[in-house]
């Protein structure tokens, strides 16, 4: 076949499993399924709330399974989509699950939120006496009725209030809040896609906060005001990426006003706009306090009483309270600690992304909070769309056991949580996060990569006896919208034309030791160039994947490497199983398998760490990879052969390779050298079992 012909039949086969119609693929049917599934339990979760205490444990079920959902829809994304249809099925499908979710009885916040703004809207200050006073009483209406803490000053900064008092003037009606809050949810949906321009993060991520329960259930169905301090600050970070200094700072006042927690982002937001973003929100932040500065002492009063005389649902504080049996004592020591981390970044991290900044600080103020409320989780979550965390998405799921309280409630008269309740949704964060901490707290950023090497893209290619897919994958790197420096062929001794079909296409071959590990470290230690693509024999390459890896790697100096994402090139429900669990590996795990094409930057990681072994070499590699630096899941998904999973070993191949990959990992927890060690091992039992 001519060379030209080779290039159109990978061209073909790239396109091969995309170009089925949309609802043909099992990728597509499976996520219709899984969206139908949420739209109906979003419907059933209104239906067994008609008040706001109603049906805890069914609550729990369907909000657990929301998050089921919410996992399926952005990981099972069907095939072919482009961008501006991603952005409009994802929009299509936040409209309709939050639509489902009006019904729902709002929170007890919601009446007060409405009765506060109606007074403020008639000109009476709501800030001048709690709810029960003498003040209010020819106000004692329905509303009244139904708020919470009416012998407790208002909480809610001016800038809330006067949102409060501008719908209610529209219409005064916990409803009516609800669906404003959608459109300002929409809001911050639209800002995150913008936000993620800068890192070019595949759009279905934005799903994670979309179709998120917590942001589900707290907002549409809820409708907790919250919602309007994250457009806030999404806005920021925006504007911030946009170098428009002076609107961010407009907006970080804007989030201050409507909740006072913004204020801890005032030093990030000098650290990254400077004085200009300062001056201008603190202007902006004097404007809109001015009508209230004869309310300014209630206001700081009410504010400092919520923060400091109650408790629940504390991770820390909960704890320190039980030890010290003081509130003051575990107030003090809650807030000093946050005091220290918000230093630290400042001072550590000023240099940081906005989004990593605001991941620590939120992260840190509601693990550290003396109250949580599955709500205040919505503060951090639009970060997931940029940088999915494993620890905080499945915090969310966990979440479903916050509705227990309400069993609690009803047969004790206690608004608690047992021990064991409190473990069950802090349990996962806690668990997840100590994986993750362990890359943290390791990371290396040495100076020994090599430096000198020169600008450009080398592709390395581990091949024995692969006569039959070569061509293919070769092909594909001559489609590449930036052309690429060179191929090495790191070859085993091949007994096949595959040297020759290397050569033809004016690749460079070397020999090697028999071993995938082994092949690709002795490639990647020929290749002249600074970006290193490691792509199987059997894999064709996305032909922008080249122009998003070096996008990646300008915009993100700590970056080391990645993985770009992997499909079969024939589909089946089965195989779209296999391609979701990588795919979630790889994006929550940081952890890829070879055909998922790595990549690397050999300027931020040395070529003597590559590693020097048969068999895991991708996973070990990844794992390196983690402990030098940044590691990303680009979404740029090749083509992969589906010949090894062949029909009537399916079930056999899979639970080998988890057998396979659990061993490794389990060593690998102990000792590296462990694991190396046992990779010889492992490569007899893959082998010996007859797959290739």
Not at 169 to 177: D, G, L, S, T
Not at 664 to 670: I, K, P, S, T, V
């Amino acid at each position: 076949m001519c060379f030209g012909g080779r290039i159109a039949k990978a061209c073909n086969a790239m396109k091969s499993s995309n170009s089925d119609p949309l609802f043909r693929q099992p990728r597509s049917v499976v996520w219709i399924a899984c969206a139908l599934g949420a739209i109906g339990l979003c419907t059933l979760y209104a239906w067994v709330t008609p008040t706001f205490d109603a049906s805890p444990i069914a609550r729990v079920v369907i909000f657990a399974l929301l998050g089921a959902c919410m996992f399926a829809l952005v990981f099972v994304w069907p095939n072919g989509l482009k961008g501006r249809q991603e952005v409009l099925l994802i929009f299509a499908l936040s409209i309709l699950l939050r639509l489902c979710l009006i019904p729902t009885a709002p929170s007890d916040d919601v009446y007060r939120y409405v009765w506060e703004g109606e007074r403020f809207a008639t000109g009476i200050s709501p800030y001048q006496a709690t709810a029960d006073s003498p003040v209010f009483e020819a106000f004692r209406d329905e509303l009244w009725e139904k708020m919470n803490n009416k012998d407790k000053l208002t909480a809610y900064p001016p800038l809330a209030m006067m949102i409060f008092a501008l719908f209610s003037k529209i219409c005064a009606e916990p409803w009516f809040f609800k669906v404003g809050f959608i459109l300002v949810d929409l809001g911050v949906i639209a800002l995150i896609f913008k936000l993620q321009k800068k890192y070019h993060a595949p759009k279905r991520w934005v799903g994670l906060y979309a179709f998120n329960p917590v942001v589900l259930v707290s907002f549409a169905g809820e409708g907790h005001f919250d919602v309007l301090m994250v457009i806030a600050l999404v806005a920021t970070a925006v504007l911030l990426h946009e170098k428009r200094v002076i609107a961010a700072g407009i907006a970080l006042a804007c989030a201050v006003h409507i909740k006072v927690i913004a204020v801890l982002g005032i030093p990030f937001l000098l650290a990254r706009g400077g004085w200009k973003a300062i001056v201008s929100g603190g202007f902006a932040g004097l404007l809109l306090a001015l009508p209230f500065l004869n309310d300014l002492p209630t206001i700081l009063e009410g504010i400092i009483a919520f923060g400091s005389d109650r408790s629940f649902n504390g991770l820390v504080h909960d704890k320190l309270h039980d030890w010290f049996d003081r509130r003051e004592k575990a107030n003090q020591i809650v807030y000093a600690i946050l005091a220290l981390i918000l230093a630290g970044r400042f001072l550590l991290g000023r240099k940081a992304e906005w989004e990593i900044n605001w991941l620590w600080l939120c992260g840190a103020l509601l693990i550290l909070s003396p109250t949580f409320h599955f709500w205040y989780l919505t503060w951090l979550l639009p970060v997931m769309a940029i940088r999915p965390q494993l620890s905080w998405l499945s915090f969310s799921v966990s979440q479903a056991a916050y509705f227990l309280v309400w069993k609690r409630a009803n047969e004790t008269g206690l608004w608690d949580l047992s021990s064991a309740e409190s473990f069950y949704i802090w349990g996962p964060l806690i668990c997840c996060g100590i994986y993750e901490a362990r890359f943290w707290f390791k990371k290396k950023f040495p100076n020994d990569a090599e430096r000198a090497r020169e600008k450009g893209v080398s592709v390395v290619i581990p091949t024995l006896n692969a006569a039959g897919v070569l061509p293919d994958a070769l092909a594909s790197l001559h489609n590449s919208t930036i052309s690429i420096s060179e191929v090495v062929i790191a070859d085993a001794h091949s007994e096949d034309d595959t040297r020759n079909i290397a050569q033809a296409h004016h690749a460079r071959v070397i020999d090697s030791r028999r071993g995938r590990g082994f092949q690709i470290a002795t490639g990647v230690a020929a290749t002249r160039h600074e970006t290193v693509v490691i792509l199987h024999a059997d894999s064709l390459l996305p032909r922008t994947a080249i122009e998003q890896i070096e996008l990646a790697q300008t915009q993100n100096t700590k970056l080391v490497g990645g993985v770009l994402g992997q499909r079969f090139d024939r589909q089946t429900f089965f195989l779209t199983f296999i391609e979701t669990l990588n795919e979630m590996r790889a994006t929550l795990g940081g952890t890829g398998f070879g055909d998922q094409i790595h990549f690397i930057n050999l300027s931020r990681f040395p070529v003597g760490a590559m590693p020097q072994q048969a068999l895991m070499e991708d996973v070990e590699l990844s794992l390196r990879l983690m402990h030098r630096g940044h590691f990303a899941y680009l979404g740029q998904e090749g083509i992969v052969r589906a010949d090894k999973w062949k029909q009537g070993k399916l079930n056999a191949r899979f639970w080998l390779v988890i057998r396979i990959v659990a061993a490794y990992r389990l060593a690998r927890f102990w000792s590296e050298k462990k694991a190396v060690a046992l990779s010889d091992q492992l490569f007899r039992i893959y082998y010996g079992a007859g797959k290739n």
